[in-house]
């Protein structure tokens, strides 16, 4: 299992304010990804990051920004955070690109109040 | 847009039951993987199949892959408490420059002691 930590795990926060998840690897994996996970939507793409600097859209990254400047850090900022935007978030990690296995952070639940 | 739908939706068994879950597709893919996620937690990978027909075990799980690659079964046989979770399936496209995995919603299981 690839060495994937989220931080912070659990975040209640108010509606409009900026927030940021952390994730970290340990690895040395080349592409991670930011998802959200809903009930009825399953797992949808944010962002993903194919190296340091190099970023692109998923398909649901309104209202979300990444920044990579570390190979093993991948931030996700909410840039004023939104009701729709309580979910559950998950990083992910892996060393072939966007098709092949990946390996899971354990999420952070956010809560926008 | 390429779909993958699982089903059921919610399982819910005694110990010692066997079942099956799928996963289907009008899509072809070039590989499927399977994934169980426990509450609380991240998707860990189970499996990955590559080939049509292709059938792999791990202990008591028994995971195919249809000869066209648009569907997969996975069985699981005497089921145990500890099998209890969210399996989820995700397929790699089999064709694009930039194949992005597409994911099943889940079926969720719960096996009674």
């Known amino acids: 299992d690839a060495g994937i930590t989220q931080s912070p795990r659990h975040k209640v926060t108010e509606t409009g304010t900026p927030v940021t998840l952390r994730c970290h690897q340990t690895?040395?994996?080349?592409?991670m990804y930011w998802y959200r996970q809903d009930p009825g939507h399953g797992l949808r793409l944010i962002h993903y990051?194919?190296?340091?600097?190099?970023?692109d859209k998923g398909e649901v990254s309104d209202g979300y920004s990444v920044s990579r400047s570390k190979t093993e850090d991948f931030l996700l900022t909410l840039e004023s955070a939104t009701s729709s935007q309580t979910s559950v978030y998950f990083c992910?990690?892996?060393?072939?690109?966007?098709?092949?296995?990946?390996?899971f952070g354990p999420g952070t639940r956010l809560t926008v109040t | 847009t390429q779909l993958l739908e699982q089903s059921p939706q919610f399982l819910s068994i005694q110990e010692g039951e066997n079942l099956t879950v799928y996963c289907n597709s009008s899509s072809v893919f070039s590989s499927l993987q399977w994934y169980r996620q426990e509450p609380g937690e991240g998707p860990v990978l189970l499996v990955t199949v590559v080939t049509g027909g292709e059938v792999k075990k791990l202990k008591r799980l028994t995971f195919q892959f249809g000869d066209a690659r648009k569907d997969s079964s996975l069985h699981i046989t005497a089921a145990q408490p500890g099998d209890t979770g969210l399996y989820l399936c995700a397929g790699c496209p089999n064709a694009g420059n930039n194949r992005k995995l597409i994911w099943g919603l889940g079926t969720s299981l719960a096996v009674n002691p």
């Open positions: 690895e040395n994996h080349r592409y």
């Open positions: 992910a990690t892996n060393d072939r690109g966007q098709g092949y296995e990946q390996y």
């Open positions: 990051s194919y190296g340091v600097k190099d970023t």
